[in-house]
């Protein structure tokens, strides 16, 4: 038996797909069509391990799947293959469209292929995993609770109308064709291997680079954020135990504004290794115009989670962030080849995990 992730070179997908190796004796399929975000070099600890199998494929490719899914006898699927770029889909909405939601169906209808050619135990226990966004409910006023499954959703951007699509069909899959699915909707992630366009590794890049920190519109935009360790066993809780056709909301009950995210990197950063002029990273701080249609804040009651399956993240924001500083500037390597795209010259040559 084994499980399939999609995804699992990117950023959560594979920080899911290191701890599975790491925690369970079960086979993984990683499968991730290496786009810009799906980095080989994320997986090289488990390069040649013999409960990772790499494929290349993509999501969109339902027979490629079918078949992946019949060779490995696969009895879950672990959905995180998406476009997950705000500014990107605002420039270009039209891979969103095609990723997350045309592929979400395709792998669906591969899931529900697999599912009943399946018999008896083997029929009753296969899951289908669908990993979504906080974005999908819109934005918070402040002081109005946080989002909880029952929020009504209100995406205001072209990559969270795409994924609450895809919510939408995995939803419609149970309710018409009863696969067994799952739906988790998380906060904002941090941690190891977060592509450096996002606040964070953006944040501690540039200011290593001695680069401007550009911090959209006053700042005060606010997120929960979630260590992706955290997320990836709240997922594995999820796996394990969760009720059919239920969503369950994923949050660190960590809530920042963006500017506070990024003056505690400056200081972080400055004690961990300061500026050779003595200076603070945090002169380099730049306010730029927002961007179109920026959701002012979102907040996650995960206690659903908590009440049903026990699950609460191990981490605070204050332990989590002083790791993902630490990790950046322990990894040079990994970072310079982000930057300088080499890491995808090095998956076209096949190397990499």
């Known amino acids: 038996m084994a499980i399939l992730v999609t995804g699992g070179a990117g950023f959560i997908g594979s920080n899911f797909v290191l701890d599975w190796v790491a925690q369970r004796d079960e086979l993984v399929v990683n499968v991730d069509k290496l786009t810009y975000a799906g980095n080989l070099h994320n997986l090289d600890s488990i390069r040649d391990h013999e409960r990772h199998v790499f494929v290349q494929a993509d999501i969109g490719d339902r027979a490629r799947l079918t078949e992946l899914l019949r060779e490995h006898a696969v009895r879950a699927v672990v959905h995180f293959a998406a476009e997950s770029h705000v500014d990107r889909s605002i420039d270009g909405p039209g891979e969103f469209i095609s990723t997350n939601v045309v592929g979400t169906y395709q792998l669906l209808e591969a899931a529900r292929s697999h599912w009943l050619s399946l018999t008896g135990q083997a029929h009753q226990d296969f899951r289908f995993l669908h990993v979504s966004t906080d974005e999908v409910y819109g934005s918070l ?35 018409t064709y009863g696969l067994p699915v799952l739906t ?67 949050g660190g009950w960590n809530e920042q504004a963006n500017i ?9 950063l400055d004690e961990m290794q300061p500026r050779a002029d003595g200076g603070s990273y945090a002169s380099q701080i730049s306010f730029v115009t927002d961007r179109p249609g920026h959701d002012r804040r979102y907040a996650m009651d995960a206690s659903k989670l908590h009440r049903e399956l026990g699950w609460k993240p191990e981490e605070t924001f204050e332990t989590g962030i002083r790791k993902t500083v630490r990790w950046y500037l322990d990894h040079p390597e990994w970072v310079a080849q982000v930057l300088s795209g080499g890491y995808r010259a090095d998956q076209r040559l096949g190397q990499g995990a």
């Open 260 to 268: 506070d995210i990024v003056r505690l990197v400056c200081r972080l």
């Open 184 to 250: 988790t909707n998380c906060s904002n992630n941090y941690g190891p291997y977060h592509f450096p366009e996002k606040l964070i590794p953006l944040m501690i890049v540039n200011a290593l680079a001695g680069k401007a920190l550009p911090v959209y519109g006053d700042g005060q935009q606010i997120r929960d954020w979630l260590y992706v360790k955290d997320h990836c066993s709240a997922i594995r809780r999820v796996l394990d135990a969760g009720q059919l056709g239920e969503t369950y909301n994923v």
């Open 141 to 175: 006023e402040p002081g109005t609770p946080a989002f909880t499954e029952q929020h009504r959703y209100e995406p205001n951007s072209p990559y969270s109308a795409s994924k609450a699509a895809s919510d939408h069909l995995v939803r419609a899959w149970h309710h």
